[in-house]
């Protein structure tokens, strides 16, 4: 009885020897495959909006947590809402883990909806992990008389839009179709921050982007209440704007608040970023801890902390979840979303 239980301890032993020399293995292999190599960052936007400043800071610290320390390159890669930088991705880009990107939060979504230009299945991205929740707002300038959401069920008013596939132009599209706002886009803006000096020039009355996106390039405007911000789209309250309802808030029936909290799930995606389908597992793996490392880099987040980034980490493993949720909505939910989604005559 003995010889087998010192046998059975024995092969137990080897089994773990052999499983840390597999891993061990594996380790040396990423950091061999990495070093000397370039890790493209494509951003589907142009640059100076959140998302490319976002991509910008964690593209200067990641290298430093993956195996074998790969110089990371910033490279835009606008339009179509950020679905080309997505295609190509999802289609084009080398499959061995030297590319990640940043696209719309809205992708899973959009694929399902069939959206124009979408050419790519959201679930086999390999996810690698989100900085933060990414909020939109939609904001007034102060000579607009839209002042309230309210207003904006009343009178019409301009808002500059980019990509028909931007949350920038999905979200007034949305409050359009479920409330009856009167928002007007005038597209064809390249990208956020010019659509934002559209408004200050007065060419339009307001914009929708993301809250950070203000931040950083107007901190001043709403502290001295240059503009007014009517809602925000998310499932909950941004911690710096708690008087400023979310659009499930503001949800008159249960029907408008579960279709309104399908399409928000895309503030909960956030500011992901994801690589290629196929990806070796062991690599995947490894952009996955390296994100995870990042996000605890004293150096990244005081450089978040300077350019006015918030940081709400969540991991690829859950990002992969949840984006493999919204993949995976009832047809009886996605054909009630899809008649809140589509553009109508106020566009």
Do not use: C
């Not at 597999?22 to 070093?35: D, G, I, M, P, R």
């Not at 086999?124 to 007034?140: A, Q, Y």
């Not at 793996?285 to 490392?293: E, P, T, V």
Request: net charge positive; proline share 5%; charged share 20%.
């Amino acid at each position: 009885m003995r010889v087998i239980l010192h046998a059975g301890i024995g092969l137990l032993a080897v089994a773990a020897m052999a499983s840390v020399a597999t891993q061990a293995s594996a380790q040396l292999a990423v950091e061999q495959f990495y070093k000397g190599k370039s890790v493209d960052m494509i951003i589907g936007y142009p640059p100076a909006g959140s998302n490319d400043t976002y991509a910008r800071v964690l593209a200067r610290h990641i290298g430093r947590h993956i195996p074998g320390q790969p110089n990371v390159v910033a490279k835009n890669m606008p339009g179509a809402g950020s679905f080309l930088a997505v295609n190509h991705v999802y289609g084009v880009a080398p499959k061995d883990g030297t590319v990640l990107a940043i696209g719309a939060p809205t992708t899973a979504l959009d694929e399902r909806l069939g959206t124009a230009n979408v050419r790519f299945k959201t679930a086999e991205l390999g996810w690698i992990g989100r900085v933060d929740s990414l909020i939109n707002i939609v904001f007034m300038w102060h000579t607009s008389k839209v002042k309230t959401f309210a207003d904006a069920m009343k009178y019409e008013s301009t808002l500059s839009g980019t990509g028909a596939g931007s949350t920038v132009s999905i979200y007034p599209t949305v409050m359009n179709n479920v409330f009856g706002t009167k928002f007007k886009l005038i597209m064809g803006y390249r990208g956020s921050a010019e659509a934002q000096l559209a408004v200050e020039r007065g060419e339009v009355e307001g914009h929708s982007t993301s809250w950070t996106a203000v931040k950083v390039g107007h901190p001043e405007w709403w502290p001295k209440k240059t503009i007014s911000i009517l809602v925000q789209f998310s499932l909950s309250r941004h911690p710096e704007l708690p008087d400023i309802p979310t659009a499930v808030d503001l949800a008159r029936n249960e029907e408008e608040k579960q279709v309104l909290s399908a399409i928000m799930v895309a503030a909960e995606i956030g500011s992901a970023f994801f690589t290629t389908p196929g990806v070796p597992p062991e690599r995947l793996a490894a952009l996955r801890r390296a994100f995870d490392a990042t996000m605890k880099d004293k150096e990244f987040l005081a450089e978040a902390l300077k350019t006015k980034l918030t940081v709400g980490p969540m991991s690829g493993e859950a990002l992969q979840k949840l984006v493999t949720t919204v993949s995976n909505l009832s047809p009886e939910m996605l054909a009630k979303v899809r008649t809140a989604y589509v553009t109508n005559q106020h566009q």
